[in-house]
C-alpha cells in the first residue's frame, strides 16, 4: 500500500497537470493546422492549373498575345504544380495557424489584451492581400514590360532575341516579389506592436527616417529581381508604411498618456 501525499506533493501534482493539459491542447492545435495544411495542399494541387495560368495572366497581357511558356525538364511542370500547391496551402493554412495560436493564447490573457490583439490579427492578412493585390496588377506588369523591351528583333543585324520564360522560373518570380512585399507590408503590425510595450516612439521613429529610407531600399535590392522597377516599387510604399505607421505610434502614445492619467 502506498503512502500518502504530503501537502508539497500534492501541489506538485498540481501545478504540473495545468502544464500537461496545456500542452494536450497545444497538440491538438497544431494537428488540426497541420491538416487544414494538407487539405489546402491538395486542393491547390487540383487546382493548380489553374492557379497558374491566373498567376501567369499579367505575362500574357504584357505580350499583348497568347503567349507562350516553356519548361526544360520533363519534370519540371509537375514540381512547379507541386510548388504551387504548396504556395496555396501556405495562404490557407497560416491565417487558419493564426486563429489556433490566437484561442490557445486567449485564456491567459487579460480581457484589454485580447482586444487589443484583434486587430492586428485582422490587419496581417489584410496588409498582405493588399500587397498581393499591388503586386499581380502593378508591379508585375510594370516588370515584366521593362524585361519584355530588352527583347531583339530579327531585323536589328539580323539578330532575334525573344522571351521565353520557363514555368518554374516565372513562378519563383511572382511568388518571390508576392512574399517580399508580404513582408514588408506588416511594417505597420510589427512598429505599432513595439510601441504598445514601449519599446520603440514616434520620436525615435523621426529620428531614424534617414536610416530607415537607406535600409528599406537594401532589404528591397535584396528581396526583388535586380530591376528598379521592382526594387523602387517595393521601397516606396514600405516607405510610405513607415510614415503612416509614425501617426499610428503618436495614436499609441497619446493614448497610454490618457490612461496613466
Do not use: W
Not at 537607406?214 to 516606396?236: E, H, K, M, N, Y
Amino acid at each position: 500500500m502506498s503512502e500518502p501525499k504530503n501537502k508539497d506533493e500534492k501541489l506538485n501534482d498540481l501545478s504540473k497537470a495545468p502544464i500537461f493539459d496545456h500542452l494536450l491542447e497545444l497538440r491538438s492545435r497544431l494537428i488540426r493546422s497541420f491538416i487544414i495544411f494538407i487539405i489546402g495542399f491538395c486542393v491547390s494541387f487540383y487546382f493548380s492549373t489553374s492557379i497558374y495560368s491566373f498567376l501567369v495572366s499579367p505575362f500574357f497581357e504584357a505580350t499583348g498575345s497568347a503567349g507562350e511558356m516553356i519548361f526544360t525538364a520533363p519534370q519540371e511542370f509537375l514540381i512547379t504544380k507541386l510548388k504551387v500547391a504548396m504556395f496555396g496551402s501556405s495562404l490557407i493554412g497560416l491565417p487558419y495557424f493564426s486563429v489556433e495560436l490566437y484561442a490557445f493564447l486567449a485564456p491567459g490573457l487579460y480581457k484589454n489584451e485580447k482586444t487589443a490583439l484583434i486587430p492586428y490579427f485582422i490587419a496581417t492578412p489584410f496588409l498582405f492581400f493588399m500587397s498581393s493585390l499591388l503586386v499581380y496588377y502593378f508591379i508585375i506588369p510594370l516588370a515584366l514590360a521593362f524585361f519584355l523591351s530588352m527583347q531583339i528583333e530579327s531585323g536589328i543585324n539580323d539578330i532575334s532575341i525573344k522571351l521565353l520564360p520557363s514555368v518554374s522560373e516565372y513562378l519563383s518570380l511572382i511568388t518571390s516579389l508576392i512574399i517580399a512585399f508580404g513582408i514588408c507590408f506588416q511594417l505597420p503590425v510589427i512598429l505599432t506592436l513595439l510601441a504598445k510595450v514601449d519599446i520603440v516612439g514616434s520620436n525615435q521613429l523621426r529620428a531614424g527616417r534617414k536610416y530607415a529610407i537607406v535600409l528599406t531600399f537594401l532589404v528591397a535590392a535584396f528581396l526583388t529581381p535586380p530591376d528598379l522597377i521592382s526594387q523602387i516599387g517595393l521601397a516606396i510604399p514600405t516607405i510610405l508604411l513607415y510614415e503612416f505607421s509614425i501617426l499610428l505610434v503618436s495614436i499609441i502614445e497619446k493614448n497610454n498618456i490618457a490612461k496613466k492619467k
